[in-house]
């Protein structure tokens, strides 16, 4: 949410043009651009397996402060 | 014996709880089955005795109380019944059928003595609790309700409910912290009790907790482990079961081996057998996403460089065919062109030959309407030659006809000559030589 793309909105734009290549519906023309495409939604899921961007303490203090923020 | 006191029978105290014994005795000789409410079971760890209040409500107010006794032996070896077939241990609040005397004491009163306790009342009891709070979600619409929630493809943050020490927290936290695929995980333990009657109420303030701070987590999941499988049965409260029900988030449950599924694990919106087993679904749930992504990468891979060599593949076939197309072309009109001069030649003879045979076949024509020509010819000149003849002078001669010169040239007019000029007279045979003597002009005009 805090990217241009969630990673969800990745996966499935990844599966999306996993199909098109496969049904063969990419023409040569498209393909750097298509390919291009592929690796940056490929690396926002991987980087996702494996960061969080979590913290502790703001959850404390959210708990802390009764106010809901 | 009783004395008498001014007047009056009097009964030490002793008498008179005596004589209660002793009319209970005779009275309520037997042991008998009872059924009641144990509100609280009161075990002493240290003497090992229980002392249980009893009682019976009617509309949530208590009609009836008692107390009871429950020695160790008897304690112990019930209790292991119940563990055994409830899974539960005695505890307060349980319904029980139990087997008992009256008991009077004279110092601490009237109770009863529990010898036995039948585990499948209070089995049914538990059970038919365990129904009515499913049936209850079920009316209020709730039953089903976390499970339509939707968990994130990857379940990354996770609220633990769970005890730091417990031993299924730190199976759990084995397995998705030190998984081998470099799966990250966010979680924070928000500590509560597991088991016994005060855990639905820390398990459901906990989850009230987590839900002032909600958008930090993706799920909740309650992990209990390493207590065995007694004590579970709170699990069916109503109320706990109704706060995870109605959550905002996807509520997991790892809670225990038992083989009879909870109330709390019956709506969770997924439950696992154990902590690790719960673990291990997270982790599934990250191959799910990770692995089609490996596999998009070698796919597209795969795929982009296929339709690269395909393309270029079909490229070189083309210019293959191309070349051999046009060398085709070119082979067959070379042929053609170095053919050509002998179909020419050929040609050219064949024209040759159709010419010479029309010419021969004029000429043939002509020297035949020439001969005819000539013969024609021929007869005209015999003809002409005949008149000729005819118009010879010899001939001429002969019929009697002569010529007449004057210095050799023949003369047709007298205009030519004059008196006395020798004349040379040409007969058919020989000639007169004669002088003019007088010239006689003919007439004109």
Same mark, same amino acid.
């Given at each position: 949410?805090?990217?241009?793309?969630?990673?969800?909105?990745?996966?499935?734009?990844?599966?999306?043009?996993?199909?098109?290549?496969?049904?063969?519906?990419?023409?040569?023309?498209?393909?750097?651009?298509?390919?291009?495409?592929?690796?940056?939604?490929?690396?926002?899921?991987?980087?996702?397996?494996?960061?969080?961007?979590?913290?502790?303490?703001?959850?404390?203090?959210?708990?802390?402060?009764?106010?809901?923020? | 014996?009783?004395?008498?006191?001014?007047?009056?029978?009097?009964?030490?105290?002793?008498?008179?709880?005596?004589?209660?014994?002793?009319?209970?005795?005779?009275?309520?000789?037997?042991?008998?089955?009872?059924?009641?409410?144990?509100?609280?079971?009161?075990?002493?760890?240290?003497?090992?005795?229980?002392?249980?209040?009893?009682?019976?409500?009617?509309?949530?107010?208590?009609?009836?109380?008692?107390?009871?006794? !429950?020695?160790?032996?008897?304690?112990?070896?019930? /209790?292991?019944? $119940?563990?055994?077939? &409830?899974?539960?241990? =005695?505890?307060? @609040?349980?319904?029980?059928?139990?087997?008992?005397?009256?008991?009077?004491?004279?110092?601490?009163?009237?109770?009863?003595?529990?010898?036995?306790?039948?585990?499948?009342?209070?089995?049914?009891?538990?059970?038919?609790?365990?129904?009515?709070?499913?049936?209850?979600?079920?009316?209020?619409?709730?039953?089903?309700?976390?499970?339509?929630?939707?968990?994130?493809?990857?379940?990354?943050?996770?609220?633990?409910?769970?005890?730091?020490?417990?031993?299924?927290?730190?199976?759990? !936290?084995?397995?998705?912290?030190?998984?081998?695929? /470099?799966?990250? $995980?966010?979680?924070? &333990?928000?500590?509560? =009790?597991?088991? @016994?009657?005060?855990?639905?109420?820390?398990?459901?303030?906990?989850?009230?907790?987590?839900?002032?701070?909600?958008?930090?987590?993706?799920?909740?999941?309650?992990?209990?482990?390493?207590?065995?499988?007694?004590?579970?049965?709170?699990?069916?409260?109503?109320?706990?079961?109704?706060?995870?029900?109605?959550?905002?988030?996807?509520?997991?449950?790892?809670?225990?081996?038992?083989?009879?599924?909870?109330?709390?694990?019956?709506?969770?919106?997924?439950?696992?057998?154990?902590?690790?087993?719960?673990?291990?679904?997270?982790?599934?749930?990250?191959?799910?996403?990770?692995?089609?992504?490996?596999?998009?990468?070698?796919?597209?891979?795969?795929?982009?460089?296929?339709?690269?060599?395909?393309?270029?593949?079909?490229?070189?076939?083309?210019?293959?065919?191309?070349?051999?197309?046009?060398?085709?072309?070119?082979?067959?009109?070379?042929?053609?062109?170095?053919?050509?001069?002998?179909?020419?030649?050929?040609?050219?003879?064949?024209?040759?030959?159709?010419?010479?045979?029309?010419?021969?076949?004029?000429?043939?024509?002509?020297?035949?309407?020439?001969?005819?020509?000539?013969?024609?010819?021929?007869?005209?000149?015999?003809?002409?030659?005949?008149?000729?003849?005819?118009?010879?002078?010899?001939?001429?001669?002969?019929?009697?006809?002569?010529?007449?010169?004057?210095?050799?040239?023949?003369?047709?007019?007298?205009?030519?000559?004059?008196?006395?000029?020798?004349?040379?007279?040409?007969?058919?045979?020989?000639?007169?030589?004669?002088?003019?003597?007088?010239?006689?002009?003919?007439?004109?005009?």
């Amino acid at each position: 949410m805090k990217k241009e793309i969630t990673y969800t909105a990745a996966f499935e734009e990844l599966q999306a043009i996993v199909n098109e290549i496969e049904e063969g519906e990419i023409s040569v023309d498209e393909l750097s651009e298509k390919v291009k495409r592929a690796a940056l939604l490929i690396k926002i899921c991987k980087d996702k397996l494996s960061t969080t961007e979590e913290n502790v303490e703001e959850i404390l203090k959210e708990l802390e402060g009764e106010e809901p923020i | 014996m009783a004395e008498i006191i001014n007047d009056k029978q009097v009964f030490s105290l002793l008498e008179v709880t005596n004589s209660i014994r002793k009319t209970i005795n005779d009275r309520y000789g037997s042991s008998f089955w009872i059924k009641a409410e144990m509100n609280k079971l009161n075990h002493y760890s240290h003497s090992g005795h229980c002392y249980p209040d009893l009682v019976e409500k009617q509309d949530g107010k208590v009609i009836a109380e008692m107390r009871a006794t !429950l020695w160790r032996p008897d304690f112990e070896r019930i /209790n292991a019944q $119940f563990q055994k077939i &409830l899974k539960e241990p =005695l505890k307060d @609040g349980i319904k029980i059928l139990f087997l008992a005397r009256i008991n009077y004491d004279p110092k601490y009163g009237i109770s009863l003595s529990i010898q036995d306790i039948d585990p499948s009342f209070t089995l049914g009891d538990l059970e038919k609790e365990k129904q009515l709070s499913i049936q209850k979600l079920r009316e209020e619409g709730i039953f089903d309700q976390n499970k339509t929630l939707s968990l994130p493809l990857l379940p990354q943050r996770i609220a633990i409910i769970s005890v730091e020490t417990s031993k299924g927290y730190a199976d759990f !936290l084995k397995v998705i912290e030190g998984n081998q695929w /470099n799966y990250k $995980f966010f979680h924070l &333990l928000f500590p509560s =009790l597991l088991q @016994g009657d005060k855990a639905p109420m820390a398990i459901t303030g906990q989850l009230k907790q987590i839900r002032k701070v909600k958008h930090h987590f993706d799920m909740v999941a309650i992990i209990r482990g390493g207590g065995g499988d007694i004590g579970l049965a709170c699990y069916n409260d109503f109320e706990l079961a109704k706060e995870i029900a109605t959550f905002p988030l996807p509520v997991l449950t790892g809670i225990g081996h038992a083989t009879n599924e909870t109330v709390s694990e019956m709506i969770a919106y997924s439950n696992q057998i154990t902590p690790t087993k719960l673990a291990e679904y997270l982790i599934q749930k990250f191959h799910d996403f990770s692995v089609p992504v490996q596999r998009a990468e070698e796919k597209i891979v795969y795929r982009a460089r296929r339709l690269l060599s395909d393309k270029n593949l079909s490229l070189r076939n083309q210019v293959k065919y191309f070349k051999s197309l046009t060398e085709n072309i070119l082979s067959y009109n070379k042929t053609r062109l170095a053919q050509l001069p002998k179909m020419l030649a050929k040609d050219i003879d064949g024209q040759l030959n159709r010419h010479s045979i029309y010419l021969n076949q004029s000429i043939e024509q002509i020297e035949r309407n020439s001969d005819q020509l000539l013969k024609d010819q021929k007869q005209l000149l015999q003809s002409l030659e005949k008149n000729i003849e005819i118009m010879s002078p010899q001939n001429v001669l002969k019929r009697g006809f002569s010529i007449t010169l004057v210095n050799g040239k023949s003369v047709r007019s007298t205009d030519e000559l004059k008196s006395g000029q020798e004349l040379e007279t040409h007969l058919f045979e020989g000639k007169v030589i004669s002088t003019i003597e007088s010239i006689q002009k003919s007439k004109e005009e």
